[in-house]
């Protein structure tokens, strides 16, 4: 029987089942189905070329709606973009006015140093003056020349410990 079931056509297949036994089928019942599927999906002409206009006005409508004006459209997110771009330009410049404040401090440590710098050159120049270096070893390190005398005077030395001029001390007394 295999063999018959692979030798029929399409149209009698149906008729077998792959056991090979014969099936008959009945049209019956699927005749009336079939027919009261078609009696159901009848309509007017007037009803479809309604159904039709109402169908095309809605993909119009549809259309129209696409095509307005697109800032109306995508206004969320043209607000979304510009929200972003204002707040990223907030932030930058916040950045930037930071930065120019740090510039103005250093700019201001930078000329001090300089002042500071040119201070200390010109009193270099100063210290390595052959004046200076005697003027410092003689009320310093109290240094005398060579045939010179040394006097250290009282008065001096009271006035240095007391912390009072010998002038006021006999005013006292």
């Known amino acids: 029987m295999r063999f018959i079931y692979d030798t029929i056509s399409r149209r009698e297949r149906g008729r077998y089942t792959k056991s090979g036994r014969y099936h008959k089928r009945t049209t ?14 009848i309509i007017s002409m007037s009803e479809a070329q309604e159904k039709r206009r109402e169908k095309r006005a809605l993909q119009k409508s549809r259309r129209s709606a696409k095509r307005a004006n697109p800032f ?3 206004r969320k997110s043209y607000i979304a973009v510009l929200l972003f771009l204002l707040v990223m330009s ?84």
Not at 133 to 159: C, F, H, N, S, W
């Open 28 to 41: 019956r019942g699927a005749d009336r189905m079939n027919r009261r599927r078609r009696n159901r999906n």
């Open 72 to 74: 109306f459209v995508y």
């Open 90 to 173: 907030s932030v930058y410049a916040v950045r930037i006015a930071a930065l120019k404040a740090d510039e103005a401090r250093a700019m201001a440590e930078l000329e001090s140093a300089r002042e500071q710098k040119a201070r200390l050159e010109s009193e270099l120049e100063y210290i390595d003056d052959p004046v200076y270096i005697e003027q410092q070893a003689r009320t310093r390190l109290r240094m005398v020349k060579p045939g010179e005398i040394y006097y250290v005077l009282p008065e001096k030395d009271a006035e240095a410990a007391d912390g009072i001029p010998a002038a006021e001390k006999a005013d006292a007394e």
